[in-house]
Each structure stands twice: as structure tokens, then as C-alpha cells.
């Protein structure tokens, strides 16, 4: 990857919290060789040294704060994802995990870009009390969630219970229809 800081933290904000399954490679938590092609020096001894002093960088603690967010939020691990908007420095989609016990919606929104930015999102939000799980509280929200999301930050907000939003029930009701199709060719 050849990215500033900023651009780490930024793929791994979106690593940890959309669909599928995150991979960090090697030295990816300090910029380890950065912009070097694979077997050009990116395989390189990453050394005691630099395991002591990756807590220093300033990429490590936005990872590892992300990935200690996934690890504690179902819905980014195993959710459906349905976005409302990816455009520009701006990316707000949710996960939505209504399995068995576990009826979870998480809204993320990601940013980018070199300024904090102010979020609004009506379409498909589900009136309810969001949990701000990064930074704690708690949003009523009846028809729109509004938040001031810092440069290259990410903001999460979950809903617990189950989703009775009607376009946010369309889109993952076709979703998993979608899946429901490619799983019966597959097994032709």
C-alpha cells in the first residue's frame, strides 16, 4: 500500500467495519515499507525492534481501536451490509445482523477526507435510542441521526432490536434473496 498514515487508517477503518473479513498484512499497523511491491522489500524483517516500538506509531491505536470495536459488535462481523451513500471522502452504510438472539444494526460512517465533516442520514434509519460505541452515549433518533465526524475518523452507531425501518427491511430482504439465488447456482 503506498499511503500516508491517514491512508492506513483510513483502509483499515473500512477494513474492520464492512462486509467480509479483514486482513492486515504484515507491518500494516506502523506502514511498514510502504509502496514497495511484494518481494521488492515488503517481506522484510519487521524485527523485535519495531514489534516494541509499533504502539508509538500513529497508526496502531485507530487499528487497534477498530479492531477491538468488530471483535465486540456482531453486526460488523457477520451483518448484511446496505449502503446509503459512498461518495467522495463519505461513506455511510449499515450492518444488520437479525439472527437468532442477535438482532443488531450498526450505522457507519467514514470520512476521509482532511476535515471533519458533518454527517446527516435519514434514509433507511430506524427511529430508536443509537448507542455511540466508540466514544459512548447514546442518540434518540426519531427521522434523522446528525454528527460531526473527525478527519480520516469513523463514527458507529448501533441500534439494538429488530428492524422494522420498511426500506432498510426491503433492501435486506433483497439482499439475502440475491444470496438465496447465487448459493442454488452454485450448488447446480
Avoid: C
Amino acid at each position: 500500500l503506498d499511503a500516508t498514515d491517514t491512508g492506513f487508517i483510513d483502509a483499515h477503518n473500512w477494513l474492520f467495519t464492512a462486509r467480509g473479513i479483514p486482513v492486515v498484512y504484515y507491518g500494516s499497523e506502523t506502514g511498514f515499507m510502504r509502496s514497495r511491491a511484494e518481494h521488492a522489500g515488503n517481506r522484510a524483517y519487521f524485527g523485535q525492534e519495531r514489534v516494541n516500538a509499533a504502539p508509538q506509531s500513529p497508526i496502531f491505536a485507530p487499528l487497534q481501536r477498530i479492531a477491538k470495536l468488530r471483535q465486540a459488535t456482531p453486526a460488523l462481523q457477520r451483518g448484511l451490509q446496505v449502503n446509503e451513500r459512498l461518495q467522495g471522502n463519505e461513506a455511510v452504510f449499515f450492518r444488520v445482523l437479525q439472527h437468532d438472539d442477535t438482532l443488531q444494526t450498526a450505522l457507519v460512517l467514514l470520512n476521509k477526507g482532511d476535515a471533519a465533516q458533518t454527517f446527516e442520514v435519514s434514509r433507511y434509519l430506524q427511529s430508536g435510542q443509537w448507542r455511540d460505541v466508540l466514544d459512548g452515549g447514546t442518540l434518540t433518533v426519531k427521522r434523522t441521526l446528525k454528527t460531526e465526524v473527525p478527519a480520516h475518523g469513523v463514527k458507529v452507531f448501533v441500534l439494538d432490536g429488530e428492524v422494522k425501518q420498511a426500506e432498510l427491511k426491503a433492501q435486506l430482504d433483497a439482499a439475502v434473496a440475491d444470496q438465496q439465488t447465487r448459493t442454488r447456482r452454485l450448488a447446480h
